[in-house]
């Protein structure tokens, strides 16, 4: 019984109760509240008759009177109420999961019930969620994994040697020779040499160390947990961060919720999201007065934006951090999926070994990659690796016993990103097929996202840069002054009314620009280009159509 509940009493006194089980007990009488008077400190037996409850008004204090049920008891409040959890968890939002994808989820549960809608189903188009909008696995990479997961299979004639080969040797890593089993924190060793050795040559030789690759559970658990090694401080001291706006909303989740700042660095929209060091200087400059800037986070190419950093821009990038003192966050995830002509994916690890000792041997730097995009597409088998560079030792080694604390990333996820960075050599019997199945993927993905740069740039009031790489579209919208007033009555952004009335109206699922970041007065949309072709068109069309008669009715 708390001494909340039982009430104040007064000071000095040792009151002796009658227990519902009919013998005396003691409870000691302590100074505490209700002006000068005093609660209980201890209670002998947990059950106080009805009684002894009444004895201990709590009016005597000023306080309401509890209501008792049926039987006598008193109701018990939340422990975890709203009220008393944890703030900074109130603080954080994920767009890509907001209100408008879950009555996308109630929708799709209307229409299986026949509910008459004015669609017949609804595309979602709001997350990079590649297998779910039908593209297919890669072959070899399912066939590893079936074989590690059910070894009995490596006897199996029909699968191939190279994959054979391949499960054997992840199988004589793990512990009991199975996937089953917990793996050392920093993940499977013959894995991490694996990414090192993958690193090296996408990077020309750069050497990489085995040890300052750490697999996690996607990339985004590694993103977090550097995060959290960052954050520091209170008041103008608390640790800022830099991220560019539009931004992916994990940034900005994991900041509220570390309760950290976030630092906004806009993107040149009129240079196809361009990235301008004299930006990152102005929100730098005004930030330093109110916390204390010590990161400063890429995503490349960008999500939601779809752009590719010039090598330029990545040097200049480089000089800005060394200059200001600030440790680099590369988000690399969708580094093979470049689509445009002229642009080309560059590690900014490479770049900064290329730019020489002065550079190489002081910028701090951590880069990550997942199995979830690119051409592999497997997001919930949550795999993926970070490199850290010019890590602090004794940092180095509280990193290490903070991944020790969730044990091990899931198994499946490490071998699936053992089988990217390791995939079948020219010569072996699954590589032609392996290749044909990665090119077919990324040659479509190219072609979406040329089709849905120009269908969306032909509807007026809709102006798109070109997707030059990863899965998204962030168009603009011109939203007629009367809409923007009714969603503000609504107490909706302009943006998210005018997505929402889209999927209700069409079935289509988008995610607002506002749930990304946006200039004051300019309103978007995110949308993969996931969907197959057909139903990508289908989609456009919609949208397209969708927006003339928005337009015309608010106009």
């Known amino acids: 019984m708390s001494a909340a509940r039982l009430g104040c009493l007064s000071p000095g006194k040792l009151v002796r109760f009658s227990w519902s089980r009919g013998r005396g007990d003691s409870l000691a009488i302590g100074r505490g509240c209700c002006g000068g008077g005093s609660v209980v400190r201890s209670l002998t037996s947990p059950h106080l ?33 709203i009220d008393t959890m944890n703030p900074t968890v109130k603080m954080v939002e994920y767009a890509v999961r907001g209100p408008i994808v879950q009555r996308a989820v109630e929708l799709e549960k209307e229409l299986s019930e026949g509910r008459k809608k004015p669609f017949n189903e609804v595309i979602k188009a709001n997350i990079g969620d590649a297998h779910a909008m039908g593209q297919q696995p890669i072959t070899f990479f399912r066939q590893v994994l079936a074989l590690c997961s059910y070894p009995e299979l490596l006897n199996d004639s029909t699968f191939p040697e190279d994959a054979k080969s391949r499960a054997r040797r992840i199988l004589q890593s793990c512990g009991g020779h199975s996937m089953g089993s917990y793996t050392a924190s920093q993940g499977i060793d013959c894995v991490r040499w694996d990414v090192a050795r993958y690193i090296e040559q996408r990077d020309g030789g750069v050497e990489c160390d085995p040890d300052d690759i750490y697999l996690t559970t996607g990339a985004s658990d590694g993103i977090v947990t550097i995060l959290k090694l960052l954050v520091c401080g209170e008041g103008a001291a608390r640790t800022g961060v830099m991220i560019s706006i539009p931004q992916y909303p994990l940034y900005s989740a994991a900041l509220a919720e570390l309760g950290a700042v976030q630092i906004n660095y806009y993107l040149n929209e009129d240079k196809c999201w361009s990235l301008d060091i004299s930006e990152l200087q102005r929100a730098l400059e005004d930030a330093r007065r109110y916390c ?4 400063l986070c890429i995503i490349n190419p960008g999500n939601p934006t779809g752009q590719v950093q010039s090598r330029k821009c990545i040097e200049d990038v480089i000089r800005f951090a060394a200059k200001e003192r600030l440790f680099l966050m590369a ?18 690890k490479k770049v900064l070994f290329e730019m020489g000792p002065e550079y190489s041997n002081t910028v701090e730097l951590a880069s990550f990659h997942s199995t979830s995009k690119c051409y592999m597409g497997e997001c919930g088998l949550r795999g993926g690796y970070m490199e850290i560079i010019n890590m602090d030792d004794e940092v180095k080694a509280q990193l290490t016993k903070l991944v020790s604390v969730r044990l091990c990333p899931p198994v499946p996820g490490q071998v699936l990103m053992d089988l990217v960075v390791n995939p079948p050599r020219p010569g072996e019997p699954s590589h032609d097929r392996f290749l044909k199945e990665r090119t077919s993927t990324l040659r479509a993905l190219a072609e979406k996202a040329k089709l849905t740069h120009e269908v969306l740039n032909t509807v007026p009031g809709i102006s798109c840069n070109p997707v030059q790489g990863a899965m998204y579209s962030f168009p603009r919208i011109s939203i007629p002054e009367k809409a923007v007033k009714e969603a503000a009555d609504k107490g909706q952004e302009a943006d998210m009314f005018y997505c929402m009335r889209l999927l209700e ?49 608010y106009s």
């Not at 005597?60 to 509890?66: A, I, N, Q």
């Open 49 to 81: 008759s009805a009684r002894a409850m009444a004895g201990l008004s709590s009016t005597r204090c000023g306080l309401p009177k509890e209501s008792v049920t049926e039987n006598g008891a008193s109701p018990r409040g939340k422990v975890l109420t």
């Open 292 to 295: 204390n800037p010590r990161a």
């Open 331 to 348: 988000d690399e995830v969708y580094q093979d999926n470049v689509y445009a002509e002229g642009c080309r994916f560059h590690s900014f």
């Open 505 to 553: 109206e069409t079935g289509i699922c988008l995610v607002p620009g506002s749930g990304f970041g946006q200039k004051d007065g300019t309103f978007h949309f995110r949308m993969t280009i996931l969907p197959p072709a057909d139903k990508l068109k289908t989609l456009l069309s919609k949208v397209k159509e969708f927006h003339h008669k928005f337009t015309q009715q």
